[in-house]
Each structure stands twice: as C-alpha cells, then as structure tokens.
C-alpha cells in the first residue's frame, strides 16, 4: 500500500511541475499574424468542428493552408474535434469560424492547459507508471525513483507545456509505450494496435516503426512460420491493416483525398531541415551548403540512404534474436538514426529519441541522464524563443539531482554498469591495455556539461557579432550533434555485443 501512496505522490509532483511550467507566455501569445503554434492547435480545433471532413486537408476560402494548415494525421483531427466539441460547450467564441482567429482569453488559455494535462493523465502517465512497475530485478523504491525521473525529463516538459504550450506529444509518446509494453509482455496485439494508433496520431512515430516490425518479425520467426509464427504473423498484420483502415476510412472515399493527406502529412518541398536543428546536415551544412550544392530529389535518395545505414545494423541484430532488451535498446538507436541523417528533421524530434532513453535509465543511469540533459539543451534556441531560460534551468536541475540520487549514476560508470565489458573484451584480444573507456567516458560528461553550461551562459548573456547573427544557436546545434553522433556508436556497440553481455553477466552471477 505504501508504493501506491508514493507513486501517487510522484505523479502529483509531475502535474503540478507540469501546471507550473505551463503558467509560462506560450509560443506566439500576442504576436499577429500567425500566433504561434498555441493558436495552430486552437485553429485545428475550429477547422475540424465547422468544416466537413473532407475539406479538413484541402486549401480553400474556410481553410487557409498556409494558416496553420493541419499537417498531422486524422487521429490527431479527431482528437482536435472532440476538443472542438468541449469547447463549443463552454464558449463557441474559441472555434467560431474566421471570427476566432488568434483568440486569446485567461478562460481559454485554462481549457487549452487542461486539455494537454488530461491527455497526459489518460495516456502518458499512466504508460509511465506500469513501465516502472514492470521493471524487474530492482527494489520498489527504485521502480518510484524511475518514475519520477522519467516524469521529471524537461525536455517533454518544457515543449509540451512551456514553448508549444499545447502539442500534445504525450499522446503519440504514451500511445507508443503503451505498444512497447505491450510487445515486451507477449500483448503483441495489442501492442501493435498502440503503436499504430501512435503513428496515426503523429507521423513522426515512424522514428519507432523499424524496431517493432524487426522485434514481432523475429518473434514470429522465433515461432516457426510453418506453425504459431505464421499465425502471429496474419494476426498482426490484421491488426495493423484494420487499425490504419478504421483510423483512414473517411479518406479512403476518393483517391485524391488519401493522397491530399499523405503530400500534408510528408512535406518533402520544405527542405533538408528547419531551423538550428541539432543534426547531422544542419551541423555540415555549417561548411558545405548542401542545399545549395545538392539537387533536392538527391538530398533525399542521399539522407534516406545513410539513414538506412545506420540503423540496419541494430534492426538485423534484433530481428535475428529478438528480446525486450534489444528491443529498448533498437528503439534508441534507430530514433537517433531518423533524427541524425533522415529529412525535414525539427528540433523537437528529439523527443522521439528520448523516450526510448527513458525507457533503459534503471539500466544505465549515467549515460541515459547525459543524453537526456544533452537532449534538452539541444532545443535551446527554441525554449529562449519564448522566455523559457528559468523554467529549463530548474526543470534541468531538477532532473538532474532526481537522478543523481535515486541511481548515483556517477558511481554506475564501470564498464559492467555500463554495459561495456564484453566490447572490451573483445578488443583486449588486440590491444591488451584497453582498460581505460569508463575513464574516457567520465571525463566526456565533464566536457560535455561544462560546454553546454558555458554555451547557455553566452547564449543568454552575450549578443553574437553582427556578421554571425546566428553565431550561438549553430554552437549549440554543432555541440550536441556530436554529442549525439557520440550516443549513436555507443548505443549501437550495446545492441550489437547485448547477447555477449547477457552470458557475461550470468557468469558473474
């Protein structure tokens, strides 16, 4: 009984850091003509609930395209009109057509704060809670203090409730955990309904897609496809087929509806990348414009090529021998893949890669509370954007000292702890003196945090030369992109030697 009181009090503590934070100017708020991206979510709302389903995706007099057109899949349109129809109910001022543009009251700020805190209590929060109670060979205190590091993570924070103010990305998020634990647990049915129903709510959830197709495929090999694998094989993609089917039918009436919403959700004309993205062609781009260089069509043959790359390492290894552990560990690494080399990358896409993070920090503390500091400071140009400097330094803090103490991660950076030992192993049998990555790592944090401390200082404090406006947001792009391309290698060189430490650790044990 006393778990449960104190879960409930973690939970708490991440609704009221959540309200908190949400108290904070949101993007856009008073700044005609577009407002930012609170009134993008106000005008989907408005769209979906005076419009007719089929001119929800089309331009048109009663929907301006270029206003905040919607550019997400129908799962989101339904959720955006059953907010409309709430809404209607309390005051038909904040969807009216046209006339509610830019809507701005303390009355409709307070319904659009509860709608994304109701959504995390249905959806996200709930998934957190059975993961960490699902852990397995750690004490009940560490499942709460999981809990309450993964709920503290800044990052979702910060967008969801300070700079987008509304953007629910705890729904895709808590829809694709609840398809993680659902594969990890042999729900693999249900699993996948959750994970399609995530990729139809934002289509950035295809960062996940890969891993779950490669862990069932292997399950289903695992099985024999000659008996109970072929059978799991049509189920899940019945499941696959019906979900995307009932989540699609309203636009599978005309040809051109489908393709109308495919050319919105997928807009390839917008570029290799958007703004000060902390990824790898943004990073280059820096000393070789490859967009000017690079023809757009090859920009994309070139970006899916290397993304495929990779990730096809870890997505073999794990539809070979397929386990929840893998399974975790894929999902990092192919996200970070998607964020590094794939195309028309956001800042926020980072977010997708965090997740799966969350997912391992009972595994390794130290490194995931790195990437996960390094996550949120690669967004900063985006938070400072809308004056969100404090909420970032305490929610960072915060984070910080509730891993630092629930996993005292920096007594975890042996090369047992962080799941090194049998790469070493491997090359000790050609270089007999190496013995001194965890000391190499360690003193990678350090770098790392005194850069990305010194780098929010200038930021904050200095302005950048006339000549170089964008001096400081390119630095923190640059700085974390190598920290990512850092996590890459090292997630990878997990999943490629993970069988290897599994008998490793059964010896010791």
Same mark, same amino acid.
């Given at each position: ?11 708490? $503590? ?5 309200? %908190? ?15 930012? /991206? ?9 769209? %979906? ?9 089309? !331009?048109?007099? /009663? ?68 993961? @960490? ?36 990305? &705890? ?7 609840? =398809? ?19 990729? !139809? ?16 495929? =292997?399950?289903?090999?695992?099985? =024999? ?17 019906? &979900? ?78 397929? &386990? ?26 980072? $977010? ?50 509730? @891993?630092?103490?629930?996993? &005292? ?41 005194? %850069? ?8 904050? %404090?200095? /302005? ?27 997630? !990878?060189?997990?999943?490629?030697? /993970? ?11």
């Amino acid at each position: 009984m006393e778990k449960w009181y104190l879960m409930t009090a973690v939970v708490l $503590l991440g609704l009221t850091v959540r309200w %908190t934070v949400s108290l904070n100017s949101y993007s856009g708020a008073g700044k005609p003509p577009m407002f930012g /991206d609170y009134e993008a979510q106000r005008h989907w709302q408005e769209i %979906t609930f005076n419009l007719p389903i089929k001119q929800w995706y089309f !331009n048109s007099s /009663d929907n301006n395209l270029q206003y905040w057109g919607l550019d997400y899949p129908p799962l989101t349109a339904y959720h955006s009109l059953l907010c409309a129809y709430v809404a209607q109910f309390i005051n038909p001022d904040w969807i009216a057509l046209h006339s509610s543009r830019g809507y701005e009251s303390q009355a409709h700020k307070l319904f659009m704060r509860a709608t994304v805190l109701i959504a995390d209590l249905l959806i996200y929060i709930p998934a957190v809670v059975l993961h @960490c109670c699902c852990l397995k060979e750690i004490s009940t205190k560490k499942k709460i203090a999981n809990a309450l590091c993964i709920l503290l993570y800044p990052g979702l924070i910060l967008i969801d409730y300070g700079h987008f103010q509304i953007m629910y990305n &705890s729904v895709s998020l808590g829809l694709a955990l609840w =398809g993680v634990l659902g594969v990890s647990c042999d729900w693999d049915l249900l699993g996948s309904l959750a994970f399609c129903l995530a990729v !139809n709510y934002k289509q950035m959830e295809l960062y996940h897609s890969l891993p779950f197709f490669c862990f069932l495929l =292997g399950k289903c090999f695992k099985k =024999g496809l000659k008996g109970k694998g072929f059978v799991l094989f049509v189920k899940l993609a019945g499941t696959v087929v019906a &979900s995307f089917t009932l989540c699609w039918l309203p636009f599978f009436t005309e040809r051109a509806q489908a393709l109308q919403v495919l050319r919105r959700l997928f807009p390839v004309d917008r570029g290799l990348f958007e703004d000060k993205v902390a990824n790898i062609w943004c990073s280059v781009s820096v000393f070789l414009k490859i967009k000017d260089i690079l023809p757009h069509h090859v920009q994309i043959i070139v970006s899916f090529c290397l993304t495929l790359l990779s990730l096809l390492p870890a997505c073999v290894k794990l539809t070979l021998q397929p &386990s929840p552990k893998g399974f975790r560990f894929t999902l990092v690494s192919c996200a970070l893949s998607f964020f590094l080399f794939s195309f028309q990358v956001h800042e926020k896409s980072i $977010l997708l890669v965090s997740l799966p993070v969350c997912l391992v920090l009972s595994e390794i503390p130290f490194m995931s509370t790195w990437f996960l500091l390094v996550s949120t400071f690669s967004m900063l140009p985006l938070l400072l954007k809308d004056d969100l400097l404090m909420p970032s330094v305490v929610t960072t803090m915060a984070f910080f000292i509730a @891993c630092a103490t629930s996993f &005292s991660i920096f007594e975890k950076t042996s090369e047992e702890e962080l799941r090194l030992k049998s790469f070493s192993v491997s090359v000790r049998k050609h270089l007999p003196r190496f013995t001194f990555l965890p000391r190499i790592i360690q003193h990678l944090f350090i770098i790392s945090v005194i %850069t990305m401390v010194l780098l929010t200082l200038m930021t904050v %404090t200095l /302005d950048p030369p006339q000549k170089l406006p964008d001096l400081f947001s390119v630095l923190v792009s640059s700085v974390s992109c190598l920290n990512f391309l850092f996590f890459l290698v090292y997630f !990878n060189i997990i999943v490629m030697w /993970d069988s290897k430490d599994g008998r490793n650790q059964k010896k010791i044990h």
